[in-house]
C-alpha cells in the first residue's frame, strides 16, 4: 500500500469509531490507540491501527505526532453561516439590562444583520463566508452546518443558500447546508406573517429542492419568532419535500418546540436551555440529537442546557458553537468546549464525542466524517497534548498544533 501522508507514530490516537451515536454512561468511554498511525491517500483515510503495521511503508509526507494526541476534526453541526456584520453593540445593551428579544423586537438583533446581508451582493457575501470558514479550519472544525435566515425574503434567502454551496466546493471542508427562513418575522410582513409563512412554504422550500440548495429546513420556534402551529406547518412541507428537519427550540421559554421536533421526527433539537423532563425524555425516545450550545448560553449570561439530565435520559447529545454575530460570536470549538466542560457540566470524553461522531449524526453525515475509520474522510487535528484531560486541565491554552482537512495540512503551529 502507498499513501500520500502518514501520521504517525501517534502517541494518543482518539478514533472515535463507533457503528452508533454514543450517548449515556458510553460516552465517558474513548476508543484510544496508543503508538498508532493513520494513513491518508487522495484525501480518505485508508489505514488506521498500530503505528508498527505501517512503519517503513511509502508516503510522500510523514507528520511525526509521537508526542501528541490525535482526534477526529470537529464538526460544527450548528452554525449561521454567511453573516456580515458586527453586533457588539447589543452585547453591552444585554449587559445594561435588555434582553434578546427585546433588542430583536426593537429592530436588532436577527433584522440587523438581515441588513447587512440583505444590501450585500452574492460575491461578498461568499468571501465574508470563506473568511469565516478559514477562521473554522484554524481552529480545527472540518464540517460545519451553515443557514440561511438573514436574508428573510425569496432572493435573499436563496442568495445565502447559493452561498453555501459555493462554499462547499470552494474550501476543503464539508459544508452541510439549512434553509432557516423562519428565523424572524421580516418587518414588510409585520401585518400579514401568513404571507411570509406561504412564501417559505410555496415559494422558498420548493425553489431550494429543486436546485439542491439546502439538506435541512429549520425554524426558530419561540414566543417572538415562529409559533408551533407554523413550525409543524413549515417543517411537514419540508418533509414532503424530502427535507431533513431541525428546530430552534426551547430557547428562550419553555415553548414545546423541543416536543414538537420529537413528534414531528426531527434529525435534531437545537438549544434546549429551557426543555423540560418530558421533552428531553421524548427526544430520547425517539432518537432526536439534542444539539447543545453552551457557547449561546455563556455569550448571553443564561443558565446552561441540563446537560446531565439528556446524558441520563439516554439522548444523543452533540455540541456545536451556534456561531453568529448575536448570540454567539465564537470560531472556536474549543472554546466551546472548554465551556460545555466548566458551565455545562460535560466530562472531557462527552465534549470529545459531542463534537464529533455524535455532531456528525446530527447532520446525518456519520458515514463521511466524525470519526478517524477507514474510509471516511481525512479530517484530522493534532494536539499538543498526551491525554484529552489535558485540553482542558489547563484551561483556555490553544494547544492546537495541527490541521488536516480532506487529507491536507492546512494549519500548523510554527
Ligand atoms: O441560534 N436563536 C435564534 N437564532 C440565533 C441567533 C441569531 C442572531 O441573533 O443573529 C441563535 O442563537
Ligand atoms: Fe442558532
Redesign the pocket.
Known sequence: MDFDTIIGPIGTLVTCQSNSPRKGEDLRDLPIIVDGAVGIKDGKITFVGKYDEIAGQKAQKTIDASKKMVLPGFVDC?T?IP?LGD?SN?MIMRFEGKT?MEI?KSGG??L??MGFVRYSSEQNLLEAAKKSAARLLENGTTTFEGKS??GLDFDNEIKQLNVLKKLGSETSQKVVSTC?SA??LPPEYKEKREKYIEMITEKILPFAAKNKLADFVDV?C?NG?FTLAETKEILTKAKSLNFKTRV?AD??ENYGGAKLAAEIGCVSA??LLMADDEAIELLSEKGVVAVL?PA?AFF?RKPFARARKFIEKGCVIAVAS?L?????YTYSMFQVLTVAVFGMGLFPEEAIWASTLNAAFALSVQNEVGSIEIGKRADITIWDVSHPIYLFYPFGEKSLSAVVSKGILVYWKE
Open positions: 450548528h449561521h453573516f453586533r447589543e434578546y430583536a438583533g436577527i440587523n444583520t435566515g438573514y432557516l428565523h424572524f426558530f419561540e419568532a430552534h430557547e428562550i437545537d438549544h450550545l449561546t448571553l451556534d453568529n454575530p448575536g448570540s454567539s
